[in-house]
């Protein structure tokens, strides 16, 4: 479903979506122990 009432700027051009998203060294660390306690089942 689209809304009618949005528009795109002027210089906007739409490209392919890649799904590329590059975490940083801390986000992925936090990636990896949030993945671990779930699978531990931990809830805090």
């Known amino acids: 479903m ?3 009432t ?8 739409p490209v392919e979506v890649a799904g590329n998203v590059r975490l940083g060294r801390l ?3 936090y990636e ?3 993945a671990e306690a ?6 805090a």
């Open 2 to 4: 689209t809304d009618p």
């Open 32 to 34: 990896e122990l949030f």
């Open 38 to 43: 779930l699978e531990d089942g931990v809830e």
């Open 27 to 29: 986000e992925t660390m």
């Open 6 to 13: 949005f528009e795109n700027a002027a210089g906007f051009e």
